[in-house]
């Protein structure tokens, strides 16, 4: 079975902007994690979705969004982006009734200027 | 992750064992992962265990936990310098959310 997949791999925005991550889990997974990691804060959650519900959410702002289409493909969006939001935006799936496991794909690395 | 808490680096030479600590504070954690990850690479999970279990083994990995002190440890025999990486220490609680520790860089020495 292929990965957990992300894209972009490497993305540049300037303050202000938008931007919009997607990630494509392991076929057969429906629960999708999004993890936020940066030197300084390390890695936090950001939310998990299953069958396109949100079941959980991290502490983050609004301006951090997310959704899961039927097909369990999972976008994330941050609004007006800030310079703090610059980090490694990792998504991992699970397979149901397993969500003791997650795996991760190889992540966005996202660079606000 | 201020709540999971690992040693940031430790330092071993090839061929002996590495163990890796870390301490958690909720005693309601129901599964305590080890995941690694190398430079520019996402997060691969190496082994997980139940709370209710004081041990398991996995080839040249073994996982120790004590819920009575909340710490976990993972050893590893025979260290390699493939074994070379950051090691995440995770908690998962009562809901789907992993709170993770800050990592620890193994650093393999000749």
């Known amino acids: 079975k292929a990965g957990v997949t992300q894209t972009p791999r490497y993305l540049i925005k300037t303050r202000g902007q938008q931007v919009t991550l997607s990630c494509s889990p392991i076929s057969g997974h429906r629960s999708v994690s999004w993890y936020q990691q940066t030197p300084g804060q390390g890695l936090q959650f950001l939310f998990e979705y299953f069958s396109e519900t949100q079941r959980n959410k991290g502490n983050f702002p609004g301006r951090f969004s997310g959704r899961q289409f039927s097909n369990s493909r999972s976008e994330m969006n941050v609004s007006t982006l800030e310079l703090g939001d610059s980090a490694l935006y990792l998504c991992?799936?699970?397979?149901?009734?397993?969500?003791?496991?997650?795996?991760f794909g190889p992540g966005t690395r996202l660079l606000v200027l | 992750g201020e709540d999971v808490e690992q040693s940031l680096f430790l330092s071993v030479r090839e061929g002996d064992s590495s163990v890796i600590n870390c301490t958690y504070t909720d005693s309601s954690s129901t599964y305590l992962y080890w995941y690694k990850q190398e430079p520019g690479a996402g997060l691969q999970l190496l082994t997980y265990?139940?709370?209710n279990m004081d041990m398991k083994q996995d080839q040249r990995l073994t996982v120790l936990l004590n819920k009575k002190d909340k710490h976990l440890s993972l050893r590893i025999a025979d260290t390699q310098t493939g074994d070379s990486a950051i090691y995440f220490c995770a908690e998962r609680r009562g809901n789907y959310q992993l709170i993770w520790g800050a990592g620890t860089k193994l650093i393999i020495k000749p």
């Open positions: 991992a799936s699970s397979p149901d009734g397993r969500e003791e496991t997650q795996y």
């Open positions: 265990i139940f709370s």
